[in-house]
């Protein structure tokens, strides 16, 4: 399988069903921290969700709906990178990510999101890619803002998260920006 060098020993690589147990323990190292924002620790609560869930994102992945990609730092599984919505006819994605807390703040998201922007937009020819984030995730938000992403308003209250209704902010990218950019910074897909 292919791995993807994110610099200081650090592989962007598919994260597959048989990923369950890493994946599970991915989550259980973060599960606080990961749970803040976003649902996927109550989804992989334990080896049966965490298979159930990466098998849901291997029929995404079978009918180009989607895809799950795994961030290894050093040979563990410490995050990983998501088109949660891939509607090609549409040229529309959302993209995410999660990490535990021991990977944050080195630029892994970043760096791996560079990637698979360049390749939804240059190889699959997508034209917007959608980035949801909760208003009090400063990291995500962070994120969006490296990317070049536009904050394009805000759904208030529309997910109830942990028996709170809390908003999503939504940011997105377009293919032009996005090429031009990567013109701009000088930078090519590699």
């Not at 939804?120 to 995730?137: C, D, K, T, Y």
């Amino acid at each position: 399988m292919y791995a993807i060098s994110l610099g200081d020993g650090a592989e962007l690589r598919p994260l597959e069903v048989w990923h369950a147990e890493e994946v599970l323990a991915n989550i259980d190292r973060g599960r606080a921290f990961i749970g803040r924002h976003v649902g996927l620790p109550e989804v992989v609560a334990d080896l049966d969700g965490a298979r159930a869930w990466l098998r849901s994102y291997a029929d995404k992945r079978a009918a180009d709906g989607g895809s799950l990609h795994g961030i290894w730092q050093d040979g563990t599984l410490v995050g990983g990178l998501l088109f949660r919505v891939w509607d090609t006819p549409s040229g529309v994605c959302e993209a995410g990510c999660w990490l535990e807390p021991a990977a944050a703040g080195r630029g892994l998201v970043t760096r791996g999101m560079r990637l698979l922007l360049d390749w939804a937009f240059g190889e699959r020819g997508m034209h917007r890619v959608e980035w949801h984030v909760a208003p009090g995730n400063q990291p995500s938000i962070n994120v969006a803002r490296r990317l070049g992403m536009t904050r394009e308003g805000v759904l208030r209250e529309n997910h109830p998260h942990h028996g709170v209704r809390t908003s999503t902010e939504i940011w997105a990218v377009l293919a032009p920006e996005w090429a031009a950019a990567r013109e701009g910074a000088g930078q090519h897909a590699h």
